[in-house]
């Protein structure tokens, strides 16, 4: 939108309309000019951004899929390492996990033992109970 240099009446009566007009064509032609070598600067200027914003871009992108492998090997790496622990340690419970067994086995036998001897002494008691009670009824 071309913008049209307005001057006072005084200045159109001092120095007359064919002159005034001039100046006013003189006036937006510089104008004109002056802001299409200014788009011309603008879009130059852009491109450049532009250009230098996507090779930044791709920069990062190469920057980022870097980080990305190498953070993959070093999770994996950790992952082996947690998962050669874990069956250590399962390896470990399991080899407790047998003493346990032993134990319990153990302690059946203890419980059987003692479930023996407390039969044997309520049949000795209740033996002793009936012979004093058939003793007493005599």
Same mark, same amino acid.
């Given at each position: 939108?071309?913008?049209?240099? *307005?001057?006072?009446?005084?200045?159109? &009566?001092?120095? /007359?309309?064919?002159?005034? #007009?001039?100046?006013? #064509?003189?006036?937006?032609?510089?104008?004109?000019?002056?802001?299409?070598?200014?788009? $011309?600067?603008?879009?130059?200027?852009?491109? =450049?951004? #532009?250009? *230098?914003?996507?090779?930044? %871009?791709?920069? !990062? *992108?190469?920057? %980022?899929?870097?980080?990305?492998?190498?953070?993959?090997?070093?999770? =994996?790496? $950790?992952?082996? $390492?947690?998962?050669? $622990?874990? =069956?250590?340690?399962?390896? @470990? !419970?399991? @080899?407790?996990?047998? @003493?346990?067994? @032993?134990?319990? /086995? &153990?302690?059946?036998?203890?419980?059987?033992?003692?479930?023996? =001897?407390?039969?044997?002494?309520?049949?000795?008691?209740? %033996?002793?109970?009936? /012979? %004093?009670?058939? !003793?007493? &009824?005599?």
């Amino acid at each position: 939108m071309p913008v049209t240099a *307005k001057f006072s009446e005084e200045f159109y &009566k001092a120095f /007359g309309h064919r002159q005034v #007009d001039e100046l006013v #064509d003189w006036c937006n032609q510089v104008d004109a000019t002056y802001r299409s070598e200014f788009r $011309e600067l603008f879009d130059v200027n852009f491109a =450049r951004f #532009d250009a *230098k914003l996507e090779q930044r %871009i791709a920069e !990062l *992108k190469a920057e %980022i899929r870097q980080e990305m492998a190498e953070f993959k090997v070093e999770l =994996r790496q $950790e992952m082996a $390492e947690f998962k050669a $622990e874990l =069956r250590q340690e399962m390896t @470990g !419970l399991r @080899g407790e996990f047998v @003493g346990l067994q @032993g134990e319990f /086995g &153990k302690l059946r036998t203890s419980f059987a033992e003692l479930e023996s =001897r407390l039969t044997m002494q309520m049949f000795l008691f209740w %033996i002793a109970t009936v /012979g %004093i009670f058939l !003793l007493q &009824k005599m």
